[in-house]
Each structure stands twice: as structure tokens, then as C-alpha cells.
């Protein structure tokens, strides 16, 4: 690697840590600005830390601007934070680093965003997300104890009606090549150009992401929510911390510091 890639990249993560620092380790408020409008969660900093400093690592890094809505399962959720349309396909995967330990604290209740991670892994979350719009705790998925239960890590305060509208979109079912998805969101996409496997379509055909913004970085911000607590797993049934406790500046040095390794690593 160049010393220029290196002083790049040791640049960049000594800006993201001095962000990282000046927002502490309080409660955040961050606003999703989408093509299909835009909507504001609160996250839970004090008691989801771990996965929240892991989720706004991506956000100062602006590794979720220009990403895409990839996947939408009908009356479940709506996913995102892992890819971005390029002009073709497939998709383009974003850089991801390392997984988060899972911090299964709240429930998987409507209005909740929460961490993807792959079947199996309790702790395999890196970059994705999706927002619960209807009560996915303890029906169908299960997703308060399915792989050691999905960790909620904040709750949509304004904009619903914005992901309840992205969640009626038509769902592109017969995507042979596209990575094997099954369940893109298409706005304006047909079903024949969907079938046809030679049609690429525009920008205009997906939710894109423009960016994620930091918009409240004060103290306590989510005192005043109706939070519903995870009480369907046991001590045993996570590998994840229950929470407790804010983020130290320590933690917060650390979190940069391993970022910085992984690029290096991938460079």
C-alpha cells in the first residue's frame, strides 16, 4: 500500500474519531434522507452502545449516502445499508468492517430500527439495517429470539407514513443474476422489464439513500420514548451484551482505531 492510501486513510479515521468524540456517547437523533422522502430515528446510545457507535462509524464515514432500499419483505421490514446502484448490476456491495456484538434490548415492535445480520450468527451485524413496520417481536419471524434475537437500536420518531409508503412499492420478483434477490424495491419498474434480464433500469427505479445526517446530538434525547423491552430471551440465548452503561471515550478511540486497521487490511 502507498503511503499516500496510508495517510488517507489515517487522515479519515482521525476525522471520524474527532466527530465520534464531539458527539460523546449520548443519544443521538438522525435523519434518512430518501428519493421517497425522509424520516428521523432516535437511537438508543446508552443502552444499544456498542451497535449504535457501530452504526454511526458508517454514518460520519458516509458509507450509507448513495445506497439504495434492497430489500422489502411484504407486512415485515423494509432493509437497507448494503448496497448502491452504480448504473448496472448487480448492486455494489458497500465496505463493511468488522461485525458487532449483539445487543438484544429492545423489542422488534413496529417503528424500530434494528441490525441484519445473516441466519445463524448472533453476532454477524456489520453495515445493514431495516425498520420494522409492523410488530415483527414475537409473530413470524421472530425476530426477539430468531438468531439470538435482531438488536433494536433506535425507533423512528417522524416520518412513518414515508416508510409505509416505500413498503406498498412493487417488489421485483424475478431478479435471475441480480445477486439472487427476490425482493428489491422498484418504483416505476414493470413486471416484463423485471422479467427481462437485459433491461437495466434507472436510478429513478430504486428508494435510494442520499445520506444519513446527525441532526441531535444532546443528551438523553430518547428520555421521553415508550421503549419496549426484549423480555422473550434468556440470559443464555444471546452472546450479546444486555446493554448498560454509555460509551466511553476509551471504547470510542478503540472502535476508530479497528476501523482504520480493517481498511488498511482491505487496502
Not at 438522525?30 to 456498542?50: A, C, M, R, Y
Not at 429470539?145 to 420478483?173: R, W
Request: net charge negative; with cysteine; proline share 4%.
Amino acid at each position: 500500500m502507498s503511503k499516500a492510501v496510508f495517510k488517507s486513510l489515517a487522515l479519515a479515521s482521525t476525522l471520524s474519531l474527532t466527530t465520534l468524540l464531539s458527539f460523546s456517547s449520548h443519544a443521538t437523533i438522525v435523519e434518512v434522507e430518501t428519493s421517497h422522502g425522509n424520516f428521523k430515528i432516535n437511537l438508543h446510545d446508552q443502552t444499544t452502545p456498542k451497535t449504535v457507535a457501530n452504526f454511526l462509524k458508517y454514518v460520519i464515514a458516509k458509507d450509507y449516502d448513495d445506497t439504495v432500499v434492497h430489500r422489502l419483505v411484504s407486512d415485515i421490514v423494509i432493509q437497507a445499508g448494503g448496497f448502491s446502484f452504480d448504473g448496472d448490476f448487480p448492486l455494489t456491495p458497500i465496505s463493511t468492517d468488522s461485525p458487532v456484538v449483539n445487543e438484544p434490548v429492545y423489542s422488534n415492535v413496529k417503528g424500530t430500527i434494528a441490525m441484519a445480520k445473516p441466519q445463524n450468527s448472533p453476532d454477524g451485524a456489520t453495515s445493514q439495517w431495516f425498520i420494522n413496520y409492523k410488530d415483527n417481536s414475537t409473530s413470524g419471524y421472530k425476530l426477539d429470539t430468531n438468531t439470538g434475537g435482531f438488536t433494536v437500536f433506535g425507533e423512528v420518531i417522524e416520518g412513518m407514513d414515508k416508510i409505509n409508503a416505500i413498503a406498498s412499492l412493487n417488489i421485483c420478483n424475478l431478479v435471475a443474476g441480480w445477486q439472487n434477490r427476490q425482493d428489491v424495491p422498484m418504483p416505476g419498474y414493470t413486471s416484463a422489464q423485471c422479467a427481462d434480464s437485459s433491461f437495466v433500469p434507472g436510478v429513478e427505479n430504486f428508494v435510494t439513500i442520499y445520506r444519513v445526517a446527525i441532526i441531535d446530538p444532546t443528551v438523553v434525547t430518547d428520555g421521553n420514548l415508550s421503549s419496549v423491552k426484549n423480555t422473550s430471551l434468556s440470559p443464555t440465548d444471546s452472546s450479546g451484551s444486555s446493554g448498560g452503561g454509555s460509551l466511553s471515550y476509551f471504547a470510542l478511540l478503540t472502535l476508530a482505531l479497528c476501523g482504520l486497521r480493517q481498511k488498511i487490511k482491505s487496502a
